[in-house]
């Protein structure tokens, strides 16, 4: 669409050879396969966009049968909380990476969300301002895709 913007990757820079915990961001083509918003501090950004809840996990447990997925709690293997009490998970964009046949170790939960603060490095995901991750959201269909070049 003509547009450009800032954004942040991982702190382990960009890598065509992504593993569990390198903090580095994947090299490729990643479609945009769902959307995740927090209800209570946003209105529906689009209308395919699913509310995150209380309980709302993502498993990064490499042993798990559900590596890769979003969970719910009670949930004993590792995982990440969707419902945070910062605002990085307000809106959440989730790739195909690694997913929905997720290889052990090939890396989890590489979403695209807001930044910390302008360019602070992530954990291998992709972050936006919040206004113009917003933007880009309300733009996207589902399958659009996330392209990172090496």
């Known amino acids: 669409m003509g547009q450009s913007f800032p954004c942040a990757i991982g702190k382990g820079g960009i890598t065509g050879h992504k593993r569990e915990g390198d903090g580095a961001t994947p090299i490729g083509c990643h479609k945009i396969v769902g959307a995740l918003w927090r209800p ?21 447990d490499m042993a798990a049968p559900d590596y890769n997925h979003m969970v719910r709690a009670p949930y004993a293997p ?48 992709v972050a936006f301002d919040p206004r113009d991750l917003l933007w880009i959201a309300t733009q996207l269909a589902p399958d659009s895709q996330l392209i990172i070049r090496g």
């Open 40 to 60: 209570d501090r946003l209105s529906q950004p689009m209308p395919w966009a699913e509310p995150i809840l209380p309980g709302d996990l993502w498993s990064d």
């Open 78 to 125: 590792s995982h990440e909380a969707l419902r945070r009490a910062d605002p990085l998970y307000d809106l959440v964009l989730i790739t195909d990476w690694n997913w929905p046949e997720a290889v052990a170790g090939a890396g989890s939960a590489i979403f695209i969300h807001r930044w910390r603060k302008p360019r602070h490095p992530t954990e291998g995901c």
